[in-house]
C-alpha cells in the first residue's frame, strides 16, 4: 500500500518536527531578519521606520569606513582569546587536572566556589563584578587595607576588568567538561606510561591531551562561541567605555541599533559578528572531525 | 495508521483553536482599555502617582474602561529605546505615552503620533497652555502631535556655605566664563578638599554631558550647534573650540572632579545625594528640576537645601547680551498613531493634563509650569525656594535641534568632551574630530562653516 507507506516516511519525522520548526523559526528566522535588515537603512525612530530603503551594502561599506569598527574586532578578538581560549580553557582545564589529585574535602571546596560564580543569572554577576572593580569597590578597599594604591580600574584597564570578570563566571564550564573528559583516560594507559618512567608533565602532554583532544574541541567551539556573544557583563561593568575602550562587537551593535536608533546599521555589524561565530564553528568542527582515526 | 494519523491532526488543530480562543478579542462589547506607558524610576514617581489618580478619575467618568498602566523602569535613554519597540508594533504600541520633547519630530517621521489639531480644538483647556511651550509638541508640518507636560531650564546651582568660607560676596552671579573660573580657583585655594565647579562632560552622562555643560559654553559664544535657517549642523566654529578649552581649564586645574569620576553614570546621584548636602561641592549646571530631590519625599530629602543652595544663571562668555544661557527640554504626552480607541485615548491624555493633575505634577518633579493657570497658582509659586529664579530663564532659554540624527551629533559632541577632559586630545583636534564625524553623520552638503 504505497499511501500507507508515503504516511509511514512522513511519521518518521514527526518526533523531530517541533525541533526543527522551533529552530527555523527562533534561529534560522532572526539571522535571516538581521540579514535582510542589513541591506536596508531600517530606524527606530524618523522617517525610514515607514519606507525602509534598499540601500546594498551600504552599511558594510560604511562599516568598513568606521574608526571604532577595527578597534572593536580587535577587542572582540582580544576579549575571547583572552577570557576564552586562554582564560577559562586554560583554567578549567588546571582546575579539572589539579582536583583529581587534590583531596576530597579541598576539591570539594574548590568546586563550589567555581560553579557559584557560573550559577549567578548574568545581570547578578555583571553586578558582582561591577562592585568588585569599581572605584569604591571590593578590590581598591582590599588594596586600600594593604596600603597600595587606589587604581580606577574601570576606567585605566577596562579591558583587563572585563575578561577577569568573564575568566570568573565562565571557568566552572570548562573545568565541568574536563573533570568528565579526564574521567574517561583509561587509568591504565596512565599506569604504564608511569611505569615507563613517564613524569607528571609528560603524562598530560603525552597521555591525557591526546586522549581528551575531541572534548578539547568540544569545550573550545563551546566557550568561544558564548563568549563572543557576551553583552550584558561588559554593558553593566564599562558600558563599552571609556573612549570605546571596551566597545566589543556586540557593545558596537547595541549602541547602533539601540541607542542610535540606526537598526540597519546595527544589524549589519550584528551580522558580522555571525560571521565570525561561523568561521569559528567551522574550524572547530573541521579539528572535531579530522580526529577521527 | 491513517487513523492515528487524521487523529493527530485534529488535536494539533484543536489546540490552536484554543490557543486562538485565548488571545483577547476585540474590545467590542463595552469592556475597552487603554494601554498608558511611561517612565517611572526609584527618583522619578511624580508621574506614576498623577497617572494612578488620572486612572480612578477617568475610570470613574467612563464606565467600563480599563486604563492599563505600563510604567517602565529603565533611565532616559533606554526608555526612548524601550518605547520606539513597542511602538514599531501596532500589537505592542501604547494607547497613550510619555514622550521626550527633543524625540517627537522624529517620531512623527516615523509615523508613531497621532495628529491632535482637531481634538485640540474641542479642549478648552488648551488655550491655558503657554504658546512657546507648545512649539514643543508641534512637528515639521506645523501639526501638533503631543501635549507638554511641563519644561525645565538649567543654571549654576551653588553652595553658599562653600562659597562663604571662600570669601566670596553673595548673591554670587558670574558675569563671564572669566569669572567662573577665578571664582573656582578662590574655592580651590581655600577648601582643598572641596570640588569647586563640576560641569559634566564625556559619555557616562550622555545627554547630561551636552545639556547641562557643553550647549551652556557652546552658546554662550554666539555660535551653536545647528542653523536654523539653512538646516545644516555648524562645523569648524571657533565658538566649539573655545568651549572645549574651558572644560579642559576646568579639569586640568582639578576645579572639577578627576576624569575618571567625570565617566561615571552615576555621578549625578553623588552631587544631589553627597557632595551638595556635605558642602563637598561648590557649584555645578544642573537642571531647574533639582529641588524634586531634595523636597521633602524626594530621593535626597534634604530639609537644608532652601538655605544651603543658591542659584546663578549661566553666563555668557564675556557678559555679552543676552547676558545669560539656559537649555531647555522637557516631556509630553501623546497619542499613539495606530490607537483603536482614538476618543478615550485623547480624552485620557486631557484627563491626565488637567489643572489639578497638571499642578501635583508640576510641583512633585519641580517642573516649569506650561499652564498659565497652574503658572499662578500659590501652591506652584511656593513649591520650592528656586521657582522665580529657575522660571525667569525661559526668556533667555534654548532647545535642542530635535531632527532624526541629532542623537548621533550628541554622542559626538559628548566624545569631543571626553577626549579632552582625560587629556587624549588637544581641544583643536577634538574639534576637527567633532567636525569629521558630523560630516560623515550628515553628509558634507548638510554642514556650514560659520
New interface residues.
Given amino acids: 500500500m504505497p ?2 507507506h508515503r ?2 516516511h512522513v ?1 518518521r519525522y ?1 518526533p523531530v518536527m517541533p525541533a526543527v520548526v522551533l529552530l527555523l523559526v527562533f534561529l534560522a528566522g532572526p539571522v535571516l531578519w538581521a540579514f535582510q535588515a542589513s541591506l536596508t537603512n531600517a ?8 519606507n525602509p530603503e534598499w540601500v546594498g551594502l551600504d552599511n558594510y561599506q560604511r562599516l568598513l569606513q568606521d574608526p571604532v569598527f577595527p578597534l572593536s574586532l580587535a577587542l572582540t578578538v582580544l576579549f575571547v582569546a583572552g577570557s576564552a581560549i586562554v582564560g577559562q580553557n586554560v583554567l578549567g582545564l588546571a582546575l579539572a587536572v589539579l582536583m583529581r589529585r587534590a583531596r576530597p574535602a579541598v576539591s570539594a571546596t574548590v568546586g563550589t566556589v567555581v560553579v557559584a560564580a557560573w550559577v549567578l543569572p548574568e545581570i547578578v554577576a555583571a553586578f558582582a563584578a561591577y562592585a568588585f572593580f569599581s ?1 569604591d569597590g571590593t578590590l581598591n578597599q582590599l588594596l586600600g587595607r594593604l596600603g597600595l594604591a587606589e587604581t ?1 580600574w574601570l ?2 584597564v577596562p579591558m583587563a576588568a572585563v575578561v577577569l570578570a568573564n575568566v570568573w563566571r565562565g571557568t566552572a564550564f570548562s573545568m565541568l567538561v574536563y573533570r568528565a573528559a579526564l574521567n574517561g583516560v583509561p587509568a591504565e594507559l596512565t599506569e604504564a606510561a608511569q611505569m615507563d618512567g613517564a613524569g607528571a608533565w609528560q603524562r598530560l602532554a603525552f597521555i591525557t591531551l591526546p586522549v581528551i583532544r575531541g572534548s578539547i574541541a568540544t569545550n573550545l567551539m563551546l566557550v568561544t562561541l558564548q563568549t563572543l556573544a557576551v553583552f550584558t557583563l561588559i554593558w553593566v561593568m564599562t ?1 563599552g ?3 570605546n575602550g571596551s566597545t566589543t562587537l556586540p557593545v558596537l551593535a547595541y549602541q547602533e541599533a ?5 537598526i540597519g546599521y546595527g544589524t549589519a555589524v550584528a551580522t558580522v559578528l555571525i560571521l565570525i561565530g561561523a568561521v569559528f564553528g567551522a574550524a572547530y568542527l573541521r579539528l572535531l572531525r579530522e580526529q577521527r582515526p | 495508521m491513517l487513523r492515528w494519523a487524521s487523529k493527530t491532526v485534529s488535536l494539533v488543530a484543536a489546540s490552536v483553536l484554543v490557543l486562538a480562543a485565548c488571545t483577547p478579542a476585540d474590545p467590542a462589547g463595552g469592556n475597552k482599555t487603554i494601554k498608558v506607558a511611561y517612565q517611572k524610576t526609584d527618583s522619578f514617581t511624580a508621574l506614576d502617582s498623577v497617572f494612578q489618580d488620572a486612572k480612578k478619575e477617568f475610570e470613574a467618568a467612563n464606565q467600563g474602561v480599563t486604563v492599563e498602566l505600563e510604567p517602565i523602569q529603565a533611565n532616559d535613554d533606554d526608555y526612548g529605546t524601550k518605547l520606539a519597540l513597542a511602538l514599531r508594533s501596532p500589537s505592542t504600541a501604547p494607547d497613550v505615552f510619555y514622550e521626550d520633547t527633543f524625540k517627537v519630530r522624529s517620531d512623527v517621521d516615523a509615523g508613531y503620533l497621532m495628529n491632535l489639531d482637531s481634538r485640540l480644538k474641542g479642549w478648552g483647556d488648551w488655550d491655558k497652555f503657554d504658546a512657546g511651550a507648545k512649539e514643543a509638541g508641534k512637528a515639521d508640518d506645523g501639526g501638533t502631535y503631543a501635549v507638554p507636560l511641563g519644561t525645565d531650564t538649567r543654571a549654576i546651582w551653588y553652595n553658599k556655605k562653600v562659597f562663604e568660607a571662600a570669601g566670596i560676596g553673595l548673591p554670587w552671579r558670574p558675569s563671564s566664563w572669566q569669572d567662573i573660573l577665578d571664582t573656582a580657583r578662590k574655592i580651590k585655594a581655600s577648601q582643598p578638599d572641596v570640588i569647586p565647579f563640576n560641569m559634566y562632560a564625556g559619555k557616562g552622562t550622555g545627554e547630561g554631558s551636552v545639556m547641562q555643560g557643553f550647549y551652556e559654553l557652546l552658546y554662550g559664544t554666539g555660535s551653536s550647534l545647528y542653523d536654523q535657517d539653512s538646516k545644516k549642523w555648524v562645523v569648524g566654529s571657533a565658538g566649539f573650540k573655545d568651549s572645549l578649552t574651558f572644560l579642559q581649564t576646568l579639569y586640568r586645574e582639578n576645579l572639577a572632579v578627576p576624569p575618571a569620576e567625570a565617566l561615571d553614570p552615576n555621578i549625578w546621584k553623588k552631587v544631589f545625594g553627597e557632595w551638595f548636602p556635605k558642602a563637598k561641592l561648590g557649584a555645578t549646571v544642573e537642571g531647574s528640576y533639582a529641588p524634586s530631590f531634595w523636597q521633602d519625599g524626594g530621593s535626597y530629602a534634604w530639609p537644608g537645601y532652601g538655605q544651603d543652595m543658591a542659584v546663578a544663571p549661566f553666563p555668557t562668555r564675556n557678559g555679552g547680551a543676552p547676558g545669560a544661557v539656559s537649555m531647555s527640554g522637557g516631556w509630553t504626552l501623546a497619542v499613539g498613531a495606530e490607537t483603536k480607541q482614538p476618543d478615550l485615548a485623547f480624552n485620557f491624555l486631557t484627563t491626565a493634563l488637567n489643572a489639578k493633575n497638571s499642578l501635583a505634577f508640576t510641583v512633585a518633579s519641580s517642573q516649569i509650569a506650561v499652564r498659565t493657570d497652574v503658572a499662578a497658582d500659590p501652591g506652584y509659586q511656593s513649591a520650592n525656594p528656586f521657582v522665580k529664579d529657575v522660571s525667569g530663564l525661559v526668556s533667555v532659554t534654548r532647545y535642542r535641534p530635535a531632527t532624526s540624527d541629532y542623537p548621533r551629533i550628541s554622542a559626538a559632541v559628548q566624545e569631543a568632551t571626553e577626549a579632552v577632559i582625560t587629556g587624549s586630545r588637544t581641544p583643536a583636534e577634538a574639534a576637527a574630530d567633532y567636525d569629521a564625524a558630523v560630516a560623515g553623520i550628515v553628509g558634507g552638503d548638510k554642514t556650514t562653516r560659520k
Fill in positions: 499511501a500507507n504516511t509511514w511519521l514527526l530606524g527606530l525612530t524618523g522617517r525610514h521606520v515607514r572605584r580606577d576606567y585605566t558600558a567605555g571609556p573612549s539601540f541607542k542610535f536608533g540606526d
